[in-house]
Structure formats: structure tokens, C-alpha cells
């Protein structure tokens, strides 16, 4: 960089109440996504009482099988396997219910979104 770029840099910087040093940090220690379980339990104390109520069994699913998994770990197959594992035991209920309940534990994932696409499941 050169020494007219570094001071303009500085320049802005110091207005805007930041130094460079603070620009560094965030860049070299990225922040880590919580696990299905911790964010889970977030959802549960954030969410509607109904809407917990209605997704909490397909919570229990993902958390028996992901609970110690951070949410960027699994990829669309593995979802996809997840749905198809579980098939069978939600006779009662739709298997697009836990979809939902994989693209509301997602959403962080996705961005500013608040529901992961329905094509990534």
C-alpha cells in the first residue's frame, strides 16, 4: 500500500471513530455457528408458544441427529437423507414439516432470510 493510500485510509478510519487494527480482528477470527442444539433452544425460548409447540417433534429429530453439529456442517443430501430416515415415523404428519423445521433452524445460514429456500431441502 502506498503511503498516500495508508494515510487516507487512517484519515477515514479515525473519522469514523475505528481504527484498522479493528477491521483486522473481524477478519481473522471469524465467528463460529452455533450448534443445532444451542440455536434450537434459542428458537424455543424466541418463538411463539404455538409455533414451538407445532415444530418441537421435528426439533427432537434434527437435534437427536445433529445436536452437537454446527448448522453450517450438514449439506442438502444429508438433509435430504434426514427427511427419508424419518419418513416412516411421521405417518401422521407431512414430511414437508420437517423441512420447515430444517429451513427455521437454517435461516441464519441463508442470510437476512428468515426461512432457508425451499429448493436446499
Known amino acids: 500500500m502506498t503511503d498516500d493510500l495508508n494515510s487516507a485510509l487512517q484519515l477515514i478510519a479515525s473519522r469514523l471513530g475505528i481504527n484498522i487494527a479493528d477491521l483486522t480482528d ?17 428458537l424455543r425460548t424466541a418463538l411463539p408458544r404455538t409455533t414451538t409447540r407445532n ?5 427432537r429429530i434434527i437435534e437427536n441427529a445433529w445436536g452437537d ?25 407431512p414430511i414437508p414439516a420437517v423441512g420447515a423445521a430444517q ?19
Open 26 to 42: 473481524r477478519i481473522a477470527a471469524p465467528e463460529t455457528a452455533p450448534t443445532f442444539s444451542e440455536y434450537i433452544a434459542k
Open 55 to 59: 415444530y418441537s417433534s421435528y426439533w
Open 69 to 93: 453439529r454446527t448448522l453450517d456442517e450438514p449439506t442438502a443430501t444429508e438433509a435430504t437423507d434426514l427427511i427419508q430416515r424419518h419418513r416412516s415415523r411421521a405417518s401422521r404428519a
Open 103 to 121: 429451513r427455521q433452524t437454517w435461516c441464519p445460514r441463508y442470510g437476512a432470510s428468515t426461512v432457508m429456500p425451499n429448493s436446499m431441502v
